[in-house]
C-alpha cells in the first residue's frame, strides 16, 4: 500500500491498470503533519480491508474507495471521517 500526495502520480496508477497493492491518495495540502498522519491512522483503522489492491482519494473529510479490477465494474465507499482529523 503506499499513501501518496501527488495526483499527478496518482493519476498515472489509476490509468495505468496495472496491479497494486494499493493506493491512497490525500488531498491534505494545507493539513499539518499530524493532522495527516492522525487522518491515515483512521482510515486504515476503518477501511484497511477495502484499501488492499484498490485505489482510493481522501478529501474534505470523504473518502472515496474505487477497485481496480476494471475500470467499468468499480466499488465505491463513501465515508466521513471524525471532524478533529481534518
Known amino acids: 500500500m503506499v499513501v501518496i500526495m501527488d495526483k499527478d502520480f496518482g493519476e498515472l496508477v489509476y490509468r ?4 497494486h497493492a494499493g493506493v491512497l491518495l490525500l488531498r491534505l495540502e494545507a493539513a ?3 493532522g495527516k498522519v492522525a487522518v491515515v491512522e483512521e482510515i486504515f483503522g ?3 480491508k477495502q484499501l488492499l489492491g484498490s485505489f482510493a482519494v481522501y478529501q474534505s473529510g470523504r473518502l472515496r474507495i474505487r477497485t481496480t ?3 467499468l465494474r468499480e466499488s465505491s ?3 466521513r471521517l471524525s471532524d478533529e482529523v481534518r
Do not use: L, M, V, W
Not at 495505468?16 to 496491479?19: D, L, N
Open 32 to 34: 499539518r503533519s499530524d
Open 69 to 71: 479490477q476494471s475500470a
Open 16 to 19: 495505468s491498470r496495472q496491479p
Open 77 to 79: 465507499i463513501q465515508g
Open 46 to 48: 476503518k477501511y484497511e
